[in-house]
């Protein structure tokens, strides 16, 4: 069993909660493909701490002005930059050995 922020453990109505949301915007959310919660074998959908920071940052997105195109395109450019970051600190690193 895992015990870490990638473990989908939060039922939807408990996420939606969490988060301050309607369950049925966390389905629009997903249908976008803004979020990809985990599934049980039966299909129920399990939310983990990740994609609950997620979609705060959704909320906090819209409640900015932006639409849902919008948000896609922020969170797209928010996981580049953290990819290009993580491959910047893992070349200097080499560089300085």
């Known amino acids: ?8 453990v939060y039922a939807i109505s408990v996420a ?13 959310y997903e249908r976008r493909g803004l979020l990809e ?18 979609l705060v940052r959704i ?9 849902l195109a919008g948000i896609e395109r922020v969170l797209a450019l928010e996981e580049q930059l953290a990819r290009l970051q993580s491959e910047n600190r ?8």
């Open 1 to 8: 069993m895992r015990d870490d922020d990638e473990a989908g």
């Open 16 to 28: 939606a909660e969490m988060v301050s949301m309607q369950v049925q915007n966390l389905r629009v």
């Open 37 to 54: 919660p985990t599934r049980t074998p039966g299909g129920t959908r399990r939310y983990s701490r990740t994609d609950l920071r997620r």
């Open 59 to 67: 909320r906090d997105l819209l409640a900015e002005g932006l639409n």
């Open 90 to 97: 893992r070349l200097r690193s080499r560089a300085s050995s």
